[in-house]
């Protein structure tokens, strides 16, 4: 069974920075794409950004794209995002999963999240 714990969440001012880990235990993480999701108060969980099994191909939502940066260490287990100028509106639960069957649909791990909380 494959474990993510997530970590690296916090309180931030607006236009600051924060990196959260994702570190993957009990399983192939070197096989698996990887995915962050966010799910802010009273909201749906949304997409955020997803990296391949190699590291070399990323996407990223609109909202997100040229402040948030997903990469990963295979030999650590552990995915990151690295978030800069960050807004209020990214207040939320971030949340790593794990994509074993390489459709970028199925996400079928998911940590517990770690909540960011970006002050304006």
């Known amino acids: 069974q494959v474990q993510l714990v997530e970590s690296g969440g916090g309180l931030v001012q607006a236009g600051g920075s924060l990196r959260l880990s994702c570190a993957a235990s009990g399983g192939t993480f070197s096989r698996y794409n990887m995915g962050w999701f966010r799910q802010a108060p009273g909201k749906e969980r949304v997409f955020v950004a997803r990296?391949?099994?190699?590291?070399?191909?990323?996407y990223y939502a609109d909202s997100v794209k040229g402040r948030f940066t997903i990469s990963r260490d295979n030999a650590k287990n552990t995915v990151y995002l690295q978030m800069n100028s960050l807004k209020p509106e990214d207040t939320a639960v971030y949340y790593c999963?794990?994509?074993?069957?390489?459709?970028?649909?199925?996400?079928?791990?998911w940590g517990q999240g770690t909540e960011v909380t970006v002050s304006s």
């Open positions: 990296i391949n099994v190699s590291g070399g191909s990323t």
């Open positions: 999963a794990a994509d074993p069957r390489g459709t970028y649909r199925e996400y079928l791990y």
